[in-house]
């Protein structure tokens, strides 16, 4: 069974540009999850989608950033326009109603 | 806010010893759980060890167990007989029960090298 998968696995980026990360979540997990972890600083939650709807959105650090799971399956973060503070690993994660989370091995993001 | 904490950002261990990783936590909460994650390098961080807050007993799995002190907000990992395969980050991660499922507080970590 395939386990969770983000593209791209490295993305550099200019200050002003867009970037879209992707999340294949494990089939058939309702719950997918965001997170971000700055350089020496913890990881945190930014969102969580139940099938197709957010259900928590209360990380999301501004409107800047834009996550969708059109059809309940992979989802996508979009930020744009970044900025140099952007830089960092989003990690994805998705459960089947379990505590236990499967994490993805996240996408790091840097912003020149 | 709830906190979690990591005091030792790199740790080393000789193969086959034991190593006791730190994590503190702290909630006004008094239903939660606690969690070990492990992320070897390059790849996806996995599960190692739950602990749920109402029970007395410190959690096991295999090499893997905790020291839970609740009054003291202290959860420990140790790992005994270690193995290469343990090089790892190790984050600690508390999460309210009843409250946003994933919502997890995460500590920064801690850079375990196993030596042979």
């Known amino acids: 069974e395939a386990g969770v998968t983000q593209f791209p696995s490295h993305s550099v980026i200019e200050k002003g540009q867009t970037v879209t990360l992707r999340c294949d979540p494990i089939?058939?997990?309702?719950?997918l999850y965001w997170y971000r972890r700055v350089m020496g600083k913890e990881i945190k939650f930014l969102l969580h989608?139940?099938?197709?709807?957010?259900?928590?959105e209360s990380g999301m650090p501004n409107n800047r950033f834009l996550a969708e799971r059109t059809g309940g399956t992979y989802s996508t973060l979009k930020v744009q326009p970044a900025e140099l503070e952007d830089s960092g690993v989003y990690f994805c994660?998705?459960?089947?109603?379990?505590?236990?989370?499967?994490f993805g091995e996240g996408s790091r993001l840097t912003v020149l | 806010a709830q906190t979690v904490t990591q005091s030792q950002p790199e740790m080393s261990v000789q193969e086959a010893e034991t190593v006791t990783l730190s994590c503190t936590y702290d909630?006004?909460?008094?239903?939660?759980?606690l969690f070990w994650y492990k992320q070897p390098p390059s790849r996806q961080m996995i599960l190692v060890i739950r602990?749920?807050?109402?029970?007395?007993q410190n959690a096991t799995e295999n090499r893997f167990s905790v020291n839970f002190q609740k009054a003291a907000k202290s959860f420990s990992l140790k790992i005994s007989d270690s193995q290469l395969g343990d090089t790892a980050m190790y984050f600690c991660?508390?999460?309210?029960?009843?409250?946003?499922?994933?919502?997890?507080?995460f500590g920064k970590g801690t850079k375990l090298s196993v030596k042979p």
């Open positions: 994660a998705s459960s089947h109603g379990s505590l236990e989370l499967f």
């Open positions: 089939s058939g997990h309702d719950n």
């Open positions: 989608f139940v099938k197709e709807s957010k259900q928590d």
């Open positions: 909630t006004s909460e008094n239903n939660y759980y």
């Open positions: 602990q749920e807050a109402y029970k007395q």
């Open positions: 991660a508390s999460l309210n029960y009843g409250g946003s499922q994933g919502n997890l507080i």
